[in-house]
Structure formats: structure tokens, C-alpha cells
């Protein structure tokens, strides 16, 4: 079981985090369209791509997508490194859920984001009740 120190070790910066997300959404894989699943696309060259995360066009739907889209990290300007802190003391500690306080002074996110953010993790939890237990069983 990891600890918090090993989290931080094994994801010291949004690289480390985006790897993981591939790993867990596309595994081994090509990259897919999570609208059509088609694996046509090519790599968009636009401002988000030059700070790291790729963005697609697929080719055959002619939406443009990336690692995070639908999924909760989508339209969010929170680092995952702060994402996957969060989830990780939630997923430690459930009962800090309900101190926003500490939970944004651990994870470097307001109070305001934090909330946010946790009802978004509850809404996947809904929908997946296993993702909690599997978000960090992956990592090597």
C-alpha cells in the first residue's frame, strides 16, 4: 500500500500524472476518440499541446479530444498532481472529506475548488464504485 511520500515520488510533476491517466484510460493502446472510438486522429498543434497535454482531431467524428476528456479532470485548470492528492487522501481518509479546510491546505487547491472537485470524485465514484480502489493499482 503507498503512502503519501510514495505519491509524491512516483508523480513529482503533471508529466508523471499524465503518463498514469494514459495508462489507466488507454492502457497499452493507441490513443481513442472517447466519442466514437475511433483510433483515426492526428496530434493538434495548439497552446494546450505546448504544455504537455496532446489534443487530438479524430478523424472520422472531427472532434478534437485529449487524455482528460470526459473524464473528470476535463475543463479543469487544476494540476493532476493536486487532483491525484486529493484523491489519494480521500481515498486514505474518507472522513476528510468533510473538512474542506485541511483538504485545500494539503492539496495547494481553495476551499471553493476543492469542494468542486470532491463532488466530481463522488460523481465517479457513483458511476464506477470500484475507481477509487483502482486509480493508483496500476502504478510501477
Not at 27 to 36: H, L, V
Not at 64 to 93: E, G, V
Request: charged content about 20%; glycine content about 2%.
Amino acid at each position: 500500500m503507498m503512502n503519501l511520500l510514495e505519491l509524491l515520488e512516483r508523480f513529482p510533476d503533471e508529466e508523471a500524472c499524465l503518463k498514469h491517466l494514459r495508462l489507466l484510460i488507454w492502457g497499452n493502446k493507441s490513443p481513442f476518440c472517447p466519442y466514437c472510438k475511433s483510433v483515426s486522429h492526428r496530434i493538434e498543434q495548439t497552446q494546450t499541446a505546448l504544455r504537455g497535454l496532446d489534443v487530438f482531431y479524430c478523424c472520422d467524428c472531427k472532434k478534437c479530444y485529449s487524455i482528460k476528456t470526459n473524464t473528470m479532470f476535463h475543463s479543469t485548470h487544476c494540476p493532476l498532481r493536486h487532483w491525484f492528492i486529493l484523491i489519494f487522501l480521500l481515498q486514505k481518509a474518507p472522513n476528510l472529506q468533510h473538512n474542506l479546510t485541511a483538504l485545500s491546505h494539503f492539496t495547494g487547491m481553495t476551499y471553493c475548488v476543492v469542494q468542486r472537485n470532491i463532488l466530481k470524485i463522488k460523481g465517479e465514484v457513483l458511476e464506477n464504485p470500484n475507481f477509487m480502489i483502482y486509480f493508483f493499482m496500476r502504478i510501477k
